[in-house]
């Protein structure tokens, strides 16, 4: 289901994956997802959760109650869709440690004489647009989270 839509969005992406198979690779994913995810949360819970609390101040210090549930759906398909610039983010600086330890930047380069699109630079801009797009979607919904009574029961 995923392969034909990448077909469409990201022409070349098999090729491009199969150039770049490495020992890294999978190390560098879980270092993307790492921060991706620790800094996501850091910002949901001090940022997000904080203007809400200026916003609610009577739901001060009811983070860990608010977070017990019960699950609601809306806001967590904005927490989903929002975490997509903070993906990128990730990407970027991951990638940009990467290029400074030159045996890392080698194999994380690894099938760019081949292929087009696989240096690290051309990967940070594509995800700075990304991340930029995604940025402007991500920004209002968490407004929007962050605005939304907090219903205690």
Request: charged share 15%; net charge positive; hydrophobic share 50%.
């Amino acid at each position: 289901m995923v392969d034909p839509l990448m077909d469409k969005v990201r022409p070349g992406w098999r090729e491009r994956r199969e150039a770049q198979k490495s020992w890294w690779k999978p190390i560098e994913t879980l270092l993307v997802i790492g921060l991706c995810l620790a800094s996501y949360f850091w910002f949901c819970r001090h940022v997000v959760w904080g203007l809400h609390e200026v916003l609610h101040p009577e739901d001060a210090g009811r983070f860990t109650q608010a977070m017990a549930g019960p699950a609601q759906v809306l806001p967590i398909i904005v927490i989903l869709v929002a975490i997509l610039p903070f993906f990128s983010l990730a990407g970027m600086v991951v990638n940009t440690i990467v290029y400074f330890i030159p045996p890392l930047r080698r194999v994380s380069e690894k099938g760019s004489d081949r292929v087009a699109g696989l240096t690290i630079g051309h990967a940070n801009r594509e995800l700075l647009v990304f991340g930029g797009y995604a940025a402007l979607v991500a920004a209002p919904l968490l407004l929007l989270l962050a605005a939304l009574p907090f219903h205690h029961h």
